[in-house]
């Protein structure tokens, strides 16, 4: 099984070989349902909670004598009748995870895969040659590929200097962060206390740009 190699200009320059048995594959829309609803549901953090009447505060009193007031009795003021009572049949946090068999997993893929490449929505490249880190060049290339009018995913088989920036970041552009969970405040590198600031046109370390003038502990060993 072949398929077209083209260049930043869209125009096809080669063909290479593809395996079948990857590429090929017939569309199992039955097995690719199942891997989507496994992969949203597992998205879910099912910390959904809601108080019933047992696990609200207070009501431990009854809140007036049973008879003679002319109204309905009640022996708490956590009852689901009042405000602020307990919630009936409510949400209770549980789990949401849904395993699907590899085998099951890698067919979906495949089934999507190959679908693509079938409809012609796949293009391969000999290299992503782009001028400079503009938004309006890589807007151009993408029309050249023609696929500039659709959401696109670039793969890349390594990193490559001209997309791993931000597009149109000049060495001017920077970004800061602080904080963080080692060391002590104000001691060094390593505190929790410094303020970094970090390149956007440019993949070098953080440079220590300041301190802050207090660091406090927040909950769970972080720091802010």
């Known amino acids: 099984m072949k398929i077209e190699v083209h260049n930043n200009s869209g125009i096809v320059v080669d063909s290479i070989d593809i395996d079948s048995n990857v590429f090929g594959v017939k569309l199992n829309p039955s097995v690719v349902r ?122 890349v088989s390594s990193f490559q200097e001209n997309l791993g920036n931000r597009a149109g970041a000049s060495g001017e552009d920077h970004g800061y962060f602080m904080g963080g969970n080692r060391g002590v405040s104000n001691q060094g590198s390593t505190g929790f206390g410094d303020i970094e600031r970090v390149s956007y046109a440019s993949n070098t370390t953080a440079t220590d740009w300041g301190d802050l003038p207090n660091g406090r502990y927040g909950v769970a060993g972080t720091h802010y």
Not at 49 to 64: D, E, M, T, Y
Not at 87 to 105: N, R
């Open 34 to 155: 199942q891997a989507v609803l496994a992969e949203l549901t597992n998205l879910r953090q099912g910390t959904h909670s809601a108080k019933n009447r047992s696990a609200v505060r207070g009501g431990g009193k009854k809140p007036f004598k049973q008879k003679g007031r002319g109204v309905a009795r009640a022996g708490t003021i956590r009852s689901p009748l009042w405000k602020g009572g307990g919630v009936v049949f409510g949400p209770e946090p549980h789990g949401y995870s849904h395993k699907m068999p590899k085998k099951m997993s890698k067919l979906a893929r495949k089934s999507v895969i190959s679908k693509r490449i079938k409809d012609g929505e796949v293009v391969v490249l000999d290299t992503i040659d782009i001028e400079s880190k503009k938004t309006s060049n890589f807007k151009s290339f993408l029309k050249n590929i023609k696929v500039g009018q659709k959401k696109t995913l670039i793969l």
